[in-house]
C-alpha cells in the first residue's frame, strides 16, 4: 500500500516568515449577523465559520514559476503560476544530501554531481530534485530565515540542462541567504551574486520549491514519487503548494 509523507510546513503566523501573516475568523457564533439572521435561525445557535487571511504567495511552502524571475524566459513571456503544466508537478523524486555545506555557502556543481554520486542516481527528464540542507529544523525561529545554504547559478544550470523541471528545498529560499549574496555584491560590484539560482530562470523554465519540510522521512534518495500541485493564482509569480511524496502503490495489482 502506498505511503504519504508530507513535505509541507503550516501556512499561518511563524516566525520563520519574513513577512507577516493575518488570519481573521468568522466564528460559528458571528455567522449568523452576517448573513441577517439570528443565532436562534440555527441549529445549535450556530452557522458555518469562515477565515480571511492576508498573506503574501511566498508564504509557507510554496512554488515560483518562471515570472517569478523575469518577465521572460527563453526569450518568451515567463509563465505565471496559473500557465504551469501540471504535468511538470509530479514525478520521480530525488534526495540531494547537500546537509554538510554550511550556512551562506553556495551548494555548487560539484556538490550536486557527488550527491547524485551516493544517491547511484543519474538525472532523466521530468526528476523533481529535492536538496536535503536540514534547515527545516529551525522553522518556527528568526533563524530560519538566515541559516542555510543555497543552490547555486551554475549548479541550477546542471539540473535544468538534465531534464530537472523542479528542484525545492527544505530552507526559507533556494538561493543563499539575501544578507549572504548582499554583502558579497557590495564587496565585490559582482552582480552575478544576487540570486543567480532564480535568475538562471530567465534563461531556461524551471519550477522552485521552497520550504519543505521532512525530506529525512523519505525512505531514501529516490524510490518516491513527488507531488506538487500549486494554487494557480492568476497572473502570479508563485502559488501555494502542498507538497507530497508518495512511496508504493495506491491499488494492489491483482497480477
Given at each position: 500500500m502506498a505511503t504519504l509523507i508530507d513535505l509541507s510546513v503550516p501556512t499561518?503566523?511563524?516566525?520563520?516568515e519574513a513577512t507577516p501573516v493575518q488570519i481573521d475568523t468568522l466564528t460559528h457564533e458571528q455567522g449568523p449577523a452576517v448573513l441577517g439572521l439570528k443565532?436562534?435561525?440555527?441549529?445549535?445557535?450556530?452557522?458555518?465559520?469562515?477565515?480571511?487571511?492576508?498573506?503574501?504567495?511566498?508564504?509557507?511552502?510554496?512554488?515560483d514559476a518562471p515570472l517569478h524571475y523575469g518577465p521572460h524566459s527563453g526569450g518568451e513571456p515567463a509563465r505565471s503560476i496559473d500557465q504551469v503544466p501540471l504535468e511538470w508537478c509530479i514525478g520521480p523524486g530525488v534526495r540531494l544530501d547537500v546537509r554538510h555545506i554550511k550556512?551562506?555557502?553556495?551548494?555548487?556543481?560539484?556538490?550536486?554531481?557527488?550527491?547524485?554520486?551516493?544517491?547511484?542516481?543519474?538525472?532523466?527528464?521530468?526528476?523533481?530534485?529535492l536538496l536535503w540542507t536540514g534547515a527545516d529544523r529551525l522553522w518556527g525561529s528568526s533563524d530560519y530565515l538566515t541559516t542555510y545554504p543555497g543552490l547555486s547559478g551554475g549548479a541550477t544550470r546542471f539540473l535544468?540542462?538534465?531534464?530537472?523541471?523542479?528542484?525545492g528545498i527544505d530552507a526559507w529560499g533556494l538561493d543563499r541567504p539575501m544578507a549572504s549574496m548582499i554583502e558579497d555584491y557590495r564587496r565585490t560590484g559582482d552582480r552575478e551574486t544576487l540570486w543567480p539560482a532564480h535568475v538562471y530562470g530567465r534563461e531556461r523554465e524551471y519550477l522552485q520549491l521552497e520550504k519543505l519540510a521532512n525530506l529525512g522521512q523519505l525512505p531514501g534518495p529516490t524510490g518516491f514519487t513527488v507531488?506538487?500541485?500549486?494554487?494557480?493564482?492568476?497572473?502570479?509569480?508563485?502559488?501555494?503548494?502542498?507538497?507530497?511524496?508518495?512511496?508504493?502503490?495506491?491499488?494492489?495489482?491483482?497480477?
Open positions: 499561518g503566523p511563524n516566525a520563520g443565532t436562534s435561525d440555527f441549529p445549535d445557535g450556530m452557522a458555518i465559520s469562515s477565515e480571511t487571511i492576508t498573506l503574501t504567495t511566498h508564504t509557507g511552502t510554496h512554488m550556512p551562506g555557502e553556495a551548494i555548487g556543481e560539484d556538490d550536486v554531481t557527488e550527491a547524485l554520486g551516493v544517491a547511484e542516481h543519474t538525472l532523466g527528464d521530468g526528476d523533481i530534485v535544468v540542462e538534465r531534464g530537472v523541471r523542479v528542484i507531488l506538487c500541485f500549486p494554487i494557480p493564482v492568476v497572473n502570479a509569480g508563485a502559488g501555494w503548494t502542498r507538497v507530497v511524496a508518495v512511496t508504493g502503490r495506491f491499488v494492489e495489482s491483482d497480477g
